[in-house]
């Protein structure tokens, strides 16, 4: 199951910068933590398929071992974890001087809001940036976006406790931050181990075990997954990244499989814990100067990340287990509502959830839903087992379709 990562990024943001803008260290690299195997379509589970109600493969939906995967562009995966760590560090002074001499108004303002500024607007700042001739526009949503914000937002990722990131002992940001920009997963999980023998009343603690948590995933220990991201919501149950890392791990086929006496109780903490995921979502506050459509835009993109694996909940639930005679026709409406938003509102949807979607339309027999949902799957899946996954359930579907409308219909007519 991938890692929710829009939901990483939007956490490490809030709490990475003021950390960078505190210890002085700006370098760029991989997203603490992120699974690019599991975070890529293209890497799939190469293990044997099974079924459910004849049709529904689940193997693929299992986390991936780093030594199974085949990544299809390195390179540009690479490119692509690195823009968004440097997304996470807050713009300069000099950088909002030298991007206004080589790039559009409307470019820099969208990466001041997108980045934000280690610097609070002060009358000098404000006299030497017009000098440079940044532009209005840009100079105000600096003043936005100033530490402040970012203090804002670590408040959130932390929790309730009114904890200044500037009360923290150097010594504990310093050893926080090796986690954050740590890439391998042993490591990271040794650094996580080690930060909470030393500090263990630290105040990040619970973000940090809920970066353990993502190193496990990145290693496809879905036990461990669990195991850590308790830990983090034990000591803060707000934390919006070791909800999403719970919940996506939660209802996999290969844990509910390793824990049949516990499926129902633990579908119903899946439930439970997405539900208090998307009311925190609903909560996040507005960033300075944007725009009603942005913000709805934003929240409905974070909330798709938990739309899919809530989905999952309700499909294994409609599936009833392997006691059950058929679908509940109840859950199975649900699941193809929460695969809907999560794939309507995702800017790139998860070739999965179409895929699951199907799964839901099929098992529902609405074939015509069903065949266009895979159809959509294996498009966004090309060059992964999903695309081939999808191309045998369309086949089956057709033939279940056929089926049906012979019996129907006997004489042909």
């Known amino acids: ?49 099974g079924a459910r109600c004849n049709i529904v493969r689940d193997d693929y939906m299992s986390p991936v071992n780093q030594t199974q995967v085949q990544i299809r562009d390195q390179a540009a995966m690479r490119r692509q974890v690195e823009d968004q760590a440097k997304a996470l560090v807050p713009l300069t002074e000099r950088e909002v001087t030298s991007e206004a001499k080589t790039a559009s108004a409307e470019t820099l303002v969208k990466d001041v809001k997108a980045r934000g500024v280690d610097f609070d607007m002060t009358p000098g700042i404000e006299k030497r940036l017009r000098k440079a001739n940044v532009s209005e526009e840009a100079i105000e949503a600096a003043r936005q976006a100033g530490p402040k914000l ?54 990040l603690l619970s973000y940090v075990y809920s970066i353990g948590a993502n190193a496990y995933q990145h290693k496809g220990d879905v036990e461990m997954v669990i195991e850590y991201t308790g830990k983090s919501l034990k000591l803060n149950p707000d934390n919006l990244t070791a909800l999403a890392l719970r919940v996506g791990m939660l209802p996999q086929p290969q844990f509910l499989r390793s824990h049949p006496a516990d499926r129902g109780r633990i579908l119903s903490e899946a439930l439970s814990d997405a539900r208090h995921a998307l009311l925190l ?59 809907t938003m999560a794939v309507a509102n995702s800017s790139h949807p998860d070739p999965r959830d179409y895929y699951r979607l199907g799964e839901a339309y099929a098992m529902d027999g609405k074939y015509d839903d069903a065949i266009q949902a895979f159809t959509k799957a294996g498009t966004l899946g090309q060059g992964t087992l999903i695309k081939n996954y999808a191309n045998e359930q369309i086949a089956e579907v057709k033939k279940r379709k056929a089926q049906g409308t012979v019996a129907s219909n006997p004489s042909g007519l």
Do not use: C, W
Request: net charge negative; proline share 9%.
């Open 150 to 203: 970012r203090e804002q937002m670590a408040k959130m990722i932390l929790g309730p406790n009114p904890v200044r990131i500037q009360d923290i002992p150097k010594q504990q940001m310093r050893s926080f931050s090796a986690i954050i920009v740590e890439t391998d997963p042993d490591k990271v999980i040794s650094s996580v181990n080690g930060f909470a023998k030393e500090y263990p009343a630290s105040p």
């Open 1 to 49: 199951m991938k890692i929710r990562q829009i939901l990483l990024v939007f956490a490490a943001f809030g709490l990475t910068s003021a950390l960078l803008a505190q210890t002085g260290q700006g370098q760029t690299g991989s997203t603490p933590g992120v699974s690019q195997s599991s975070q890529n379509p293209t890497t799939q589970d190469s293990g044997n398929p």
């Open 281 to 339: 979502i609903s909560q996040l506050p507005k960033q300075p100067n944007e725009a009603e459509a942005e913000y709805e835009k934003r929240l409905a993109g974070f909330a798709s990340e938990i739309h899919g694996p809530l989905g999952v909940v309700h499909l294994e639930l409609a599936s009833g287990g392997p006691a059950a005679t058929g679908p509940d026709k109840a859950e199975l409406a649900k699941a193809e509502q929460e695969f």
